[in-house]
């Protein structure tokens, strides 16, 4: 099927063809001609399966079907959801599609100065794409209102309740109109959201594409055993590869980001971290970067990952496993978008490798194990230090079989040196 077979204006084509789109994807296909009827939609879809066209195209031309032609412009479609990253990533998305439409759009998030925002509001926009907390900061101040809204789209909505936002939503819903076209997307459908999206929706169309597992499917995995010690230096060898343009590469704290990256820049390697201690400009500043490769490794940290969407990005490095297995679905989500290639390669030191089996639980499937590198794991079974001596890495008391002791001692020699990162993997250990 392509774009052409949907009915779409002109001018939307024509936006498309310049993005290079030809064939939608799965949900695109589904939720479009159901959108152009008027249905209101409950999807079942994660970030990378083209989600954000599914509902911005429709909208665009339903809006531009009824042009209004008053003088001031009115908020006619909102669009909540949960991060300030998603928030611009949709505002860019409306602004690609819609740009041969005169339709206009604003993004409204928190942590920022309000200024730009509300001045854009007054000079009148028709779609608003915004983070709950700001925008009902500023409806409270009288910068705008919602009763014009025509679509409205709930996206993440299984994020946006783990980020604490129900009830900012729900205030939200309050000042809609009760007679609206809703649109409502989450990527996990537990008892709690189907039953906020009943609260919102009359007689929902229902779309469901790609579970999380399949998606996993499309991307080449494989994980190296090495030392906590050790990952620096793995991760310096690993990017020797002048096949890896750039890399997202995922730690589990602030700090940890901040620790990579200092390394890597001494390495002569540009990269910028993107976490919650950075401000909002900084953080657009390196993701814009990283997007423009003119930084080739972004190091992020999950909550401020989320959302980041890099067209062509081929790898994610799990510098640490995070301790929530969804989370690294969430992240090689990051890669291998709408039929990209994607490669996701984890680094495991033998305290994560209970980490590792929750997520090849999840995934159903085995990680392949990559045998043959630089900086084997030779800690297997390290023993958390007492508190005095957690400063110390890799401290390790009682592990004769692994052949060290102690706590980080030497680099094992074994290979050293030589690239061997896309080696031989082996689907058992
Ligand atoms: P999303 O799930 O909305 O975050 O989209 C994931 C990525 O797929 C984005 O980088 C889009 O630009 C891209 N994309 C969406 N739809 C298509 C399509 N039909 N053809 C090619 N790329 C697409």
New binding site residues.
Partial sequence: ML?ESLSLIEPILKALQE???????PI?SQSIPLVLQGNDLLGCAQ????????FAIPILQLLSANKTYDKKKKVRSLIITPTRELAV?IGE?FRAYGRHTGLTCTVIFGGVNQNPQTAALRAGVDIVIATPGRLLDLMNQGHLTLRDVEIFVLDEADRMLDMGFIHDVKKMLTALPKKRQSLFFSATMPPEIVKLASTILQNPSKVSVTPVSSTVDIIKQCVYFVDKGNKNDLLIDILKDKNIKTALVFTRTKHGADKVVKVLLKHNIKTEAIHGNKSQNARQRALTNFKEQTTRILVATDIAARGI?V?DLEYVINYEMSNIAETYVHRIGRTG???AKGTAISFCDAEEKEYLRDVEKLIAKKIPVIENHAFPLMDHNPVKAPKQQQGRRNFRTNDSSAGRTGHQGPKPTGNNGQKKWFGKPKASR
Avoid: L, M
């Fill in positions: 774009f993005e290079g789109y030809t064939v939608p994807t695109q970030t990378g399966t083209g989600k954000t066209a599914a990533q998305s969407d067209d978008r709408a039929g």
